[in-house]
């Protein structure tokens, strides 16, 4: 075994929206490297409409033919509570959490209707939130944990007509990188990834030859990494798909900095609105200390962050 080798034995790990697409490739992965694997599956539409038990079953039952272990779950997401019980009852703990489970409701936003909005908001951000929140204490207690959000380069860019989506997905960057501050002391690693994969989502959206080179099996390396023993960074945002792995990272322009003792009016921010635009020596924040120093700065007062 190299000295990099990834397995998982031993390991429990939750994979919800385990039944089809991305969440299927990443059970049946973790299991050939020997996790015990929970898959999480409602068994609805692309859309979110109905259930349907066997979805889930159908891939326990594919992972136990190759010789893994497995168990079926069927709850939605937004019963997270149940999700990790299944897997307490079955394995006894819960090391790793793959918040994969989604839908779509796409829409332009003067046509959005609220249950459009609420129902997207709630499979991702808030179906993530509560199989975590389950997960959580477990992990502390045990000093361990891996989580993995799944986001969207229409998080992160905006997409026309998802703005639920979008909101959903960005707003699981800003869960991650706040679980990752809270999670950290814990031995607990929380990262986001977007993917781009061929599943019953994009089929519609992308031509053949595409699909063809998108295969999720190109995602589940950097969710194994994630979750793996060996991972140790937290709070971060990668992009996936078809073979190639970036890191995203937020950038801070120069920024114009005014006498906070004369203030300034809007007309002298537009006159000077090429050093709030330039990115010439531009910042790469990574935790909120860093913005609260430069605004610190600029009125003489050093700001602490809250105790930790
Ligand atoms: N495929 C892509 O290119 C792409 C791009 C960006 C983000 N994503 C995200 O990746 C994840 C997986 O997407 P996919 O393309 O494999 O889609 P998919 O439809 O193939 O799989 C999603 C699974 O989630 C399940 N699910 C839906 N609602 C659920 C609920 N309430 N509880 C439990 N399970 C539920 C579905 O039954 C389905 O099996 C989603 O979060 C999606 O938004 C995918």
Redesign the pocket.
């Known amino acids: 075994m190299s000295d990099n080798q990834i397995d998982f034995t031993d390991r429990v790990v939750v994979v ?9 490739c990443y059970a049946m992965e973790f299991a050939k490297r020997g996790a015990k694997v929970v898959v ?7 859309t ?1 409409a109905g259930a349907d038990q066997i ?1 889930a079953q159908k891939v326990v039952s594919e992972i136990q033919a190759m010789g893994g272990t497995a168990v079926a779950n ?5 019963e997270g509570d149940k ?1 990790v019980q299944t897997a307490l009852d079955a394995f006894g703990r819960v090391d790793a959490v793959v ?6 409701r796409d829409g332009s936003f003067h046509k959005m209707t609220e249950a459009d909005w609420d129902l997207v908001l ?3 951000l808030y ?1 993530s939130f509560a199989v975590t929140r389950a997960a959580w204490p477990y992990m502390r207690d045990q000093g361990f944990g891996r989580v993995v959000m ?5 998080g992160i860019y905006g997409n026309f007509g998802q703005a639920n ?1 979008a909101a959903a ?1 960005l707003g699981l960057h800003g869960l991650a990188q706040t679980l990752a501050h809270e999670g950290r002391a814990k031995g607990i690693l929380v990262n986001t990834i ?9 089929s519609t959206v992308m031509p053949p030859e595409v699909l063809e080179g ?1 295969k ?1 099996e190109y995602v589940s390396p950097l969710v194994l990494l994630l979750c793996s023993e060996n991972h140790t960074e937290t709070g971060q945002l990668f992009e996936v ?1 078809g073979g190639w792995i970036a890191r995203i990272r937020w950038q801070q322009s120069n920024g114009a900095r005014f006498d906070s003792d004369e203030g300034f009016s809007a007309e002298e921010l537009s006159a000077r609105w090429d050093e709030v635009q330039n990115f010439d020596s531009a910042q790469t924040p990574s935790d909120i200390s860093s913005t609260l120093q430069a605004v610190g700065e600029n009125i003489g007062v050093k700001i602490g962050v809250a105790p930790q």
Not at 150 to 154: D, I, N, R
């Open positions: 919800t929206g385990g039944g089809n697409g991305l969440g299927k999480n599956d409602l068994g609805g539409t692309g979110g979805v069927s709850d939605s997401v937004l999700v918040n994969n489970a989604g839908f779509l709630k499979v991702h179906g799944t986001a969207s380069g229409a989506y997905k977007a993917p781009v994969a061929a599943s019953r989502l994009t998108l999720p798909g």
